[in-house]
């Protein structure tokens, strides 16, 4: 079974940083990408960054020059750093990572979510 944790969520001011991280475990073989979603109140689930093994980046319009992605490959671990928050980024912040395992050539799996509360 594979699991996705979270961690880092939390209440900060407009204009604080917070720093995500989700770490992936169990019957792994590959990892092929990981990202970022978040999910507000009334609205659809949208992206906010992904990141390739090899080190490629998307990000969401919203997310550009405040937010980066990273990742430990040998952790099977992402971050995501967020600077510069605004009270429009407080939702419910996903984990999603693509993997492969012994049984399953490619399948996404999601967190349960951590809060990212921005207050004005």
């Known amino acids: 079974q594979v699991q996705l944790v979270e961690s880092g969520g939390g209440l900060v001011q407009a204009g604080g940083s917070l720093r995500l991280s989700c770490a992936a475990s169990?019957?792994?073989?590959?990892?092929?990408?990981m990202g970022w979603y978040r999910q507000a109140p009334g609205k659809q689930r949208e992206l906010v960054a992904d990141?390739?093994?090899?080190?490629?980046?998307n990000y969401a319009d919203s997310a550009k020059g405040r937010f980066t992605i990273s990742r430990d490959n040998a952790k099977n671990t992402v971050y995501l750093q967020m600077n510069s928050l605004k009270p429009e980024d407080t939702a419910v912040y996903y984990c999603?990572?693509?993997?492969?395992?012994?049984?399953?050539?490619?399948?996404?799996?999601w967190g349960q979510g951590t809060q990212v509360t921005v207050s004005s």
């Open positions: 169990g019957s792994i073989w590959y990892v092929k990408a």
């Open positions: 990141i390739t093994s090899g080190g490629t980046t």
């Open positions: 999603m990572s693509t993997i492969a395992t012994m049984t399953s050539v490619r399948q996404d799996y």
